[in-house]
Structure formats: C-alpha cells, structure tokens
C-alpha cells in the first residue's frame, strides 16, 4: 500500500511539475510578444508572401481571408488585437494599395486570418466609390492568389498572460481584433471572466455568429451580449440578439457587476468619441481602458487638436511652399490641399506608408502611431506642424 501511495504521489508531483514548466513557458511567452508590440519590434522586416488558402463569407459584404506563408516557415506569434499591413495590387496597372487589417483569429503557426468588410459609400453620398481596399479583396483575392503582407504590428492588444477580467466592446467590423483577443485569452487556459458586448445592424450584418455562440457556450467565464439597432423581422430576442439599440455606457453598466475592468473597444469613431469619456466619467482608470477606432477616425484627446498659429510648411522635393492655418486635420491632408501627390495608406499612423523625412522643424502627433517612427521622420497623416517646417517631400 506504501509502494503504490508513493509512486501515486510521485506522479502526480511529476505532473504538476510538467503543468508548471508548461505556464511558465505561456507566461514567457505572451511577455516576450507583448514587449515586442509595445516597442513596435516586427518579426520580419520588409514584405512577405503569403498565399490565400480559403475565403469564406461571414455576413453580407464581409468575407474572412485565410493565409499561409508561402516559404512554408512557421509564422511566429502576434499580439492578439495586432493587424497586418497588406500591398494589393489591383488589375489594369493601377497603383497598388496600401491598407491595415486586422488579425481575427488567435495566433496559429501555419496560418493567419483576417476579416474584411466591404465599405460601402455614405448612405448620404451613394454617388462615392466603395472603399478601395475592400473592393480590391472582395473583388480581386482569391483562392491560390499571393498577397504581399508586412509582419503583424499594433499597440492594441491583450496580455494573455494576465487573470485580471476584461471587457471587450466592438461594433459593426471592430469585432475582429476583439475576435483574435477572445480566442487567445480561451486558447491561453486561464479562467479570466470575459465579457463580450458587440452591436451589429441586424443578423445580416453580424459576423462569426454561430462561433461566438458556440465559445460563450463551452466556456461559463465567457459572458456574450449582443445588441441590434435594426433587427430583421426574423431575428429573434433572446436567440439571435438580447438587447435593442447599440452598445452605449448605460448598456455596459446595466451588464457589468462593477467597472473594475480593463476595457477593449473598437468601432465607429462616433461610438469610441461617446464610449471613452463616459468609460472616464463612470470612474474607469484611463490605464483600464484601451481602444481602438478602425480607418482613420480615432478618439480626440483635449490636447490633440490641430495648431492654429499660422506657420510656413515647405515640401522640399516638389519645391512647394504653403502656409498652415489649421483649417486641415493633418500634414497629409494639408500637402493634398496643396495639390501634391503624397503616399499614404491607412491614414491612422498604422501602415508607415505616409512616413516622411522631416528635414527641419517639429511636429506634434494627434495619436500614438502604431509603429516606431524615427527621430528624423514622421507620419504626415497623423501629424501638425509645431512651427516652420520642412518636409523631405
């Protein structure tokens, strides 16, 4: 009886030993990938190849990619939340396109996934084109086509590594890098409490439907919410959706048992302009709450508006000389008024295209870019001048 209750014991240290080696290694890991989002470290320089290996159409307009590396090396982890900076090509010789998507899956070594939507024009301006990226991916990716990707980049991300609970907030197509955070926080083990509050127009418009339904419903510490602003005579309360409306602050704290969370929140501008200072106002710490406004909309700060004090901006290269007044948002805007052509991509400080040589002078950023810019560049689309300037452009 001795015997067998030793070598019982002894297994059972022995497993717990294994279990420990293994969180270690986790823990390692998530920080090792976090500290290399913070400082913007990317896991490969450059552009790389990846081949789509799947489409599969999620709701209307709105198709998930799935890419493989095409050098067959495993594809390192990312951040959960982080997105990929792609360069389309689209037919008849037009330039290529520049643009940022996020990851909508947790990390896997032999692919990636990133959800698209189609941006269709305002509903008050039906005369403007669809966005120009998603139509090229909706219109002209497919199966077997190579896409050029740079590594996964972004400060948006959460700490899997961590127990403490979080909220996850999104709306429309802000629901990916919530989707990517969501499945590493299940894929990571911990029993960290999660609350999901997502607003969608309809189920038409509602994205991985049935695979949120089926994580909420494996894992009790997952809490889904789901809000409809126009719901179809189809849907159903309590099925498809549980509440009317959108994701406001009096929904969030009519969910939540307190506000001690962190908070993630991407969507709209206009629903990121009402949530953060309501999130500040409900006694949220700022450090708790992490955003992120998908295209070029972000959330203003009180000292991030464009300078009004009148000053020369000089684009060295087409020897053109205009003077700012603050009547632009940004640089980029400002050089396009002027009538130059300038590179651009994402318009949110995420892609680097924009990146300019600042040859003279200074510049205050309205954001923190997503990427490390050099001390002698800047990103002219996020970006005022703070006196005379003179841009290597």
């Known amino acids: 009886m001795l015997t067998v209750r030793a070598l019982v014991g002894e297994s059972r240290r022995r497993r717990r030993a294994v279990e420990r080696r293994a969180e270690i290694r986790r823990k390692v890991a998530a920080t090792a990938q976090a500290a290399r989002a913070t400082k913007a470290m990317p896991d490969w320089e450059g552009w790389r190849s990846l081949r789509v290996v799947a489409v599969v159409d999620e709701a209307v307009d709105t198709k998930s990619y799935y890419f493989s590396p095409t050098d067959n090396r495993p594809l390192t982890p990312f951040a959960p939340g982080q997105y990929l900076t792609f360069r389309l090509h689209p037919p008849a010789g037009s330039e290529p396109i520049v643009r940022c998507y996020s990851l909508s899956d947790h990390p896997h070594e032999d692919y990636y996934r990133c959800t698209v939507k189609l941006i269709q024009p305002p509903r008050d301006r039906p005369d403007l084109p669809p966005g120009r990226g998603s139509s090229c991916f909706h219109e002209h990716v497919h199966v077997g086509d190579v896409v050029e990707a740079r590594a996964p980049a972004g400060t948006f991300f959460v700490n899997t590594a961590s127990n403490e609970p979080v909220v996850l907030v999104g709306a429309g197509i802000g629901l990916t890098p919530l989707m990517s955070m969501l499945g590493a926080a299940l894929e990571s083990g911990r029993r960290r409490q999660i609350y999901v509050l997502l607003g969608f127009r309809n189920s038409c418009e509602h994205p991985l439907k049935q695979h949120l339904v089926s994580l909420a419903a494996e894992h009790p510490n997952v809490h889904l919410h789901v809000s409809y602003s126009n719901p179809l005579p189809e849907d159903t309360f309590y099925k498809d959706y549980n509440h009317d409306g959108r994701v406001t602050i009096e929904r969030i704290r009519e969910v939540l048992p307190s506000n001690n969370f962190h908070f993630y929140l991407c969507g709209p501008g206009a629903m990121m302009e009402s949530l953060v200072p309501a999130?500040?106002?409900?006694?949220?710490?700022?450090?708790?709450?992490?955003?992120?406004?998908?295209?070029?909309?972000?959330?203003?700060?009180?000292?991030?508006?464009?300078?009004?004090?009148?000053?020369?901006?000089?684009?060295?290269?087409?020897?053109?000389?205009?003077?700012?007044?603050?009547?632009?948002?940004?640089?980029?805007?400002?050089?396009?008024?002027?009538?130059?052509?300038?590179?651009?991509?994402?318009?949110?400080?995420?892609?680097?295209?924009?990146?300019?040589?600042?040859?003279?002078?200074?510049?205050?950023?309205?954001?923190?870019?997503?990427?490390?810019v050099p001390p002698s560049q800047c990103l002219i689309c996020i970006s005022v001048p703070d006196g005379p300037i003179v841009l290597d452009a």
């Not at 006694?283 to 991030?304: C, L, M, Q, R, T």
């Not at 020897?319 to 949110?348: H, K, V």
């Open 279 to 372: 999130l500040l106002a409900w006694g949220v710490p700022e450090s708790h709450i992490h955003y992120e406004a998908f295209g070029p909309a972000s959330v203003k700060k009180s000292n991030s508006a464009p300078a009004t004090t009148p000053c020369e901006v000089r684009f060295a290269r087409s020897d053109r000389t205009a003077t700012w007044n603050g009547s632009q948002a940004t640089l980029l805007e400002f050089g396009e008024a002027a009538g130059l052509r300038l590179p651009s991509g994402c318009r949110a400080g995420s892609c680097g295209e924009c990146m300019t040589t600042l040859k003279s002078g200074n510049v205050a950023m309205l954001r923190e870019p997503s990427i490390t």
